[in-house]
């Protein structure tokens, strides 16, 4: 295999997620053994050259673009560059969130704390990515050793005896780790699992669902008001504040220890800050055990289709076993390390799947191919960080108006493209350990942040594993959406009020993160309008006309996507609204907008017919 042939199937979507490439109800299984076959390939090679309109790579039009994103490209590194000169006057307010960098002669932007501490663990992450493994594998050949039948469809008593291996180490190392990440404070967090186990399943079952959510919700609220429930402050609520000189006072003592066991802490203390991504675990555990009650006895043999090749689609719907949802499953679950602290999400019925039989998604060969990739952006996000500062600039208080347009908006543009990466490379890598150790869960991120022109399909994108929990336990529990009438829109438009809102509330309670998820919702009616107003049929003897008026309508889509997301997690509104009138304080700004414009027109017309390739091949994934 040649080196670009690998390159290419480093950056294929079957790397990233077999999800995407492949039907959610087709057995990846059905896949593997299809590989070999020359008659199925060749007919699924002629399926997908009948589907989608024929390419436009090779045409006049999109040679222009080429050479002009072939200019503009490297000049937009260029400005946001010369923005982070060190001889720039503005240098040395920002220079403090500077430190010295790898590559000879540049600092490196440590400004965010987020990636900060990431890439200061990534050495120690990375053992314990080899060591969790391997640890699994003494326990299952010396602690849980189970009898190898040697035959190539476990039965369903040895498919038990996988889960309750698997589901034995991870509960045993579940705990080890709470208490080394959190210290004292995983008895706080066990104490939260316990409460919602019993929402589950000790009240009766038609308040299951409003008592998983209310109880939820008030956590977020509680850990975030309560601040972790320090047992310093809860000593001295109970207590009162201690007396200086009163040495027998029994409250100063009470004080004093909870003090004394708050500075046991684990490696981190503040053990609230994460545990939103568990809210969303119990959630699923409680939602899921509430959907099984009423299909006790559906079983995959029930619905006729093989328990060792299920879809990805059957593993989410066809409902765990009674005896599947015990306290020790539900922690191994909930607190299972490689996903515990950022995801991906993954469903209690999913898990508990493939705890029982291994995802024929799991090869090594894909999975090296994915961990390839992960240190090709890890090594893009260092360089960015070396070059452009960015962020330094954002976090030290600037005077917009020093800066020119030109350089408003890029560095507005790569402030959003480094978010999407400090995002992406946990992901990738939690998810990478959790490939390592046997469990796939959904990628979280499928396209470049650059990559997206509609807001709708932005959303399906960013974040999907947590997309597809939204739409699985609120988005269609809720009704869903359709706007057949007017009274449909409006229920349909509050039901994506309703999301966005817990999505906001989820990320953080803060009020320009509320603002944030109802711009989204806000944004979102242009393009519904647009597509009612507009519909694709009625263009069917003008296909041009119709895709330059899409994509007229996608450079709108696109300013407005950023002007939410430097909202939410950027600038502020009170940042955007002087880096707005910063760029239009005089006529270069309006010739600055008028070339992105032009810009992004081209780059959407490029992601126009990315799609379109896809579809070739077979691919929709509605982003």
Known sequence: MGVLSYLRKIYDLDTLDTRFTNSSSTPYKTVIESRNDAAA???????????????????????????YLGIVIPYMFYIAYDASRTTDPKYRRYEHLLAPGW???????????????????????????????????????????????????????????????????????????????????????LLILYLNYQVATAIPRKYVP???????????????????YKFGAMATWIAGTPVQGSLLD??????????????????????????????????SFNLDYYWSLDRRSYSPVEKQVDPTALSERDRVSIPAQARDFSFRNYVAYAIYAPLYLTGPIITFNDFISQQRYK???????????????????????????????????????????????????????FNLHLIWLKLLLPWRFFRLWSLVDGIDPPENMIRCVSDNWSTLAFWRSWHRSFYRWSLRYIYVPLGGSSFRTARDAGRS?????????????WHDIQLRLLIWG??????????????????????????????MLCCVGAVGNVFMMMTANLVGFAVGVEGLQRIIAGIFRDFSGLTFIVMACITLFMGIQIMFEIRESEMRRGINLKC
């Open 41 to 67: 390939s060749k007919e699924r090679a002629a399926k997908w050259n009948n589907r989608g309109n024929p390419s436009r790579w090779n045409t006049p039009e999109f040679y222009l673009y080429y050479i």
């Open 103 to 189: 590559i000879p002669g540049r600092k490196i932007d440590v400004s965010d704390s987020q990636y900060g501490t990431f890439r200061k663990n990534i050495p120690y992450m990375a053992m314990l990515l080899m060591f969790h493994p391997l640890l699994r594998r003494v326990y299952n050949t010396i602690i849980y050793p189970l009898k190898a039948t040697g035959q190539s469809r476990p039965t369903p008593e040895e498919a038990d005896a996988r889960l309750n291996q698997r589901a034995s180490f991870d509960f045993g190392f579940a705990l080890i780790y709470l208490v080394a990440l959190h210290g004292v404070s995983a008895a706080k967090v």
């Open 210 to 228: 409003a008592a998983t959510w209310i109880f939820n919700i008030g956590m977020l609220f509680s850990n975030e008001l309560c601040k972790g």
């Open 250 to 283: 029994s409250g100063s003592s009470l004080v004093s220890w909870g003090r004394w066991l708050d500075s046991y802490g684990g490696l981190m203390g503040r053990w609230e800050i994460l545990f939103n991504i568990t809210v969303l675990r119990l959630i």
């Open 359 to 413: 995802s024929a998604t799991i090869e090594t060969g894909r999975t090296v191919r994915y961990a390839v990739r992960f240190a090709v952006v890890l090594l893009a996000m260092e360089v960015i960080l070396h070059y452009d500062y960015v962020q330094a600039i954002s976090k030290a208080n600037p005077a917009w108006g020093e800066y020119t347009a030109a350089q408003l908006s890029l560095l507005s543009y």
């Open 493 to 505: 438009i509050l039901t994506y009020v309703l999301v966005f809102t817990f999505v906001a509330l």
């Open 518 to 547: 109802w711009l989204v919702v806000f944004f979102m009616l242009p393009e519904m309008a647009a597509g009612f107003v507009f519909p694709r049929r009625a263009f069917e003897r003008h296909p041009t006309a119709y895709r």
